[in-house]
């Protein structure tokens, strides 16, 4: 029989935390927050606060020096989760700062301990702590160090039950401070600030007795408080690991919404596939996968869309101004451009379960590049590897558009590279016939499947793509510059 | 802040201080009443704002009154709370009683309006609402200007 303590994790209140801490806050542990100012240090402590105290696990926040006080509540109550009523009843700021500035810690020990006594607090917080440490370096020869303090607090507010937060401003380069020791949990906040955009972290440093979510994640501060944005949630996906072995289990195929497409894939797209588009600027990508949508729509499927670019009076953009007006597809359409991947995965995948999507787009990747804040363009690849592989475990069927140069000296799929990261491709390309531009599209690859190795001319029409007969009695077609090999009639 | 918030603190302060004060105080009860009034409001906020940010809040209070009642102004305050609210309480007692108790109203009405710009109306009333005295009688309330 285990005989062996549980231990209890609270709930943070603050959305996508409790997962990168692994399940929650443990109970009575001594936490520490830090990271450079206006990194949303109390912003943190304040959610959470909020969220967890109740009347029967009140909560103390004792204020030093640092922050004045009052500025604290001033803008404290700009946040949406700062509730008034809790002010009092579970929720008692104390200042500190006379006791600090005396700068006998003896002191400090005293009237915490003595507050601690009176309310019975099950959370409590200092903010912030660097002040009480600036103290210490200006303590007499004899009294009371920092490192005993620490530990006396620490003994103190485990023995009273509370959950503790330490709120300050230490650097990493003096991580063998005692505090640092001490302390069960690390919970690190940094912001990084990459030519016009601004991108904030959060790191679990440190989480006695569980595991929690490795890495930096992302997270953002709005009226409503910090939301995290955890990254584990794309690493730890099955979904890699389940597309090695999913080719040969084709179940169900999706048809296209594009009359002969679905030939050339060999039956239409295998459900749960990611499917990339690549073409030159106005070859028909977004039209591509607004027939998919009208398609999936039409048979009862719904959909989601995450659109980077999107010009409002073209008429196919009304299509899905409509099927979004109608609450048949889902929309992410941003323009900012601080993004994190983690982000737009988090929304896309909460707008997928909650619009039971089963179709998704993503158009184009390369305005998602646009969109990515500066300091993630560099593993942008990595990052779109790990999105492909969170929707591919969710087990819905995706089409990435994506602008491609047009080149005709090589042939390529994507500007990323990242053809390889897709079940089943579709180029696009236009040619010069008799001097004019004509559209031609292939399917590269399908994987586990057969399918056309045509090379289709196709037209845009007001019904939408209409894609002709192969094109047989030409050849260089991807050079661009296509010559007759037979005496037949000109493609048209 | 609407004026209904800036009303309900006027009719509270005034009711508190008559309250405190007692029947047809003189000016010197009413300086009594004030202080006392004001030490309470003082221990309410001290823990949570800090000694030094009500300190500070309150100077600018009797700053921004002075300007209203000029002989309120303390010429050459050293700065010390408690210097300051000695000199408070005896330039009230040296007053009629209409004037120490128009000043004190006025007086603990602009710290509260002060608090309410700086935390909101709903913060300053939860942290002062048990301050407040209920008034002597409801009519003295109403006809108060």
Redesign the interface.
């Known amino acids: 029989m285990n005989n062996n303590v549980v231990i209890h994790r609270l709930a943070t209140g603050v959305p996508g935390l409790d997962v990168i801490l692994g399940g929650g806050l443990p109970e009575f542990s001594f936490n520490l927050i830090i990271g450079p100012p206006g990194s949303g240090k109390t912003t943190l402590a304040h959610q959470m606060m909020f969220a967890l105290a109740t009347r029967e696990r009140p909560a103390l926040y004792f204020?030093v020096l640092g922050e004045?006080?009052?500025?604290m509540?001033?803008y404290q109550?700009q946040y949406a989760f700062f509730d008034?009523?809790q002010?009092?009843e579970s929720i008692?700021?104390?200042?500190l700062?006379?006791d600090v500035s005396t700068g006998n810690f003896d002191q400090v020990l005293a009237r915490i301990t003595q507050e601690v006594a009176v309310f019975s607090p099950g959370l409590v917080f200092v903010d912030s702590f660097r002040s009480v440490m600036l103290e210490a370096q200006r303590q007499p020869e004899g009294a009371i160090g920092l490192q005993q303090f620490i530990q006396q607090l620490g003994i103190l507010l485990t023995g009273w039950q509370t959950t503790t937060f330490l709120i300050g401003e230490y650097s990493l380069e003096k991580e063998t401070h005692p505090v640092f020791t001490v302390a069960d949990g690390i919970v690190l906040l940094d912001q990084n600030v990459h030519r016009n955009s601004m991108v904030r972290k959060i790191q679990i440093l440190k989480m006695r007795g569980q595991a929690t979510s490795p890495g930096i994640h992302t997270f953002r501060i709005s009226s409503a408080g910090i939301v995290v944005f955890p990254a584990a949630l794309v690493r730890d996906d099955p979904g890699t690991a389940a597309a090695t072995d999913r080719a040969p289990r084709i179940e169900a195929r999706l048809a296209m919404g594009v009359p002969r497409l679905d030939d050339m894939l060999g039956g239409g797209l295998p459900a749960g596939y990611s499917l990339l588009v690549a073409g030159p600027s106005g070859s028909g990508k977004t039209i591509l996968a607004t027939a998919f949508l009208a398609e999936g729509v039409r048979r009862g499927e719904p959909g989601a869309i995450v659109a980077f670019e999107q010009t409002p009076s073209q008429s196919r953009v009304r299509t899905i101004d409509q099927m979004v007006r109608a609450g048949q597809i889902g929309l992410i359409n941003t323009r900012s451009l601080d993004l994190s991947i983690d982000e737009i995965v988090q929304r896309l995948v909460d707008l997928i379960q909650r619009m039971k999507a089963t179709r998704v787009v993503i158009d184009s990747l390369s305005g998602f590049e646009l969109a990515v804040a500066p300091t993630f363009r560099e593993d942008f690849r990595e990052s779109l590897f790990r999105m492909v592989a969170v929707l591919a475990g969710l087990g819905v069927t995706v089409l990435l558009t994506s602008e491609l140069e047009d080149r005709y000296t090589d042939l390529r799929f994507s500007p990323y590279g990242s053809a390889f990261l897709t079940d089943a491709i579709i180029v696009q390309r236009y040619i010069e016939v008799e001097s004019r531009l004509k559209r031609v599209m292939a399917v590269v690859k399908v994987r586990g499947s057969a399918h056309s190795n045509e090379l289709r001319q196709f037209e845009i029409t007001a019904e939408g793509i209409v894609i002709g007969d192969p094109v047989l009695d030409y050849e260089g077609l991807l050079s661009g510059q296509p010559r007759r090999t037979l005496a037949s009639g000109p493609i048209d | 802040m609407s004026t209904t918030n800036h009303d309900r603190h006027h009719a509270a302060i005034r009711g508190t201080l008559a309250r405190s004060a007692g029947d047809s105080p003189d000016a010197s009860a009413i300086a009594e009443a004030t202080l006392n009034t004001w030490r309470r409001m003082a221990d309410r906020l001290a823990p949570v704002i800090g000694a030094r940010g009500v300190d500070a809040l309150f100077g600018r209070s009797l700053h921004v009154t002075s300007k209203t009642f000029p002989w309120l102004a303390m010429a050459g305050n050293d700065g010390s709370n408690a210097a300051l609210l000695t000199g408070l309480k005896a330039r009230l007692a040296g007053q009629e009683p209409a004037a120490a108790a128009e000043a004190s109203d006025a007086l603990l009405g602009n710290f509260t309006e002060l608090l309410t710009t700086l935390i909101g109306a709903s913060l300053t009333e939860r942290l002062l609402a048990p301050v407040w005295l209920p008034s002597p009688s409801e009519s003295e309330q109403e006809s108060a200007p």
């Open positions: 204020t004045p006080p009052l500025k509540l001033r109550q008034g009523d002010i009092d008692r700021f104390v200042n700062s006379g």
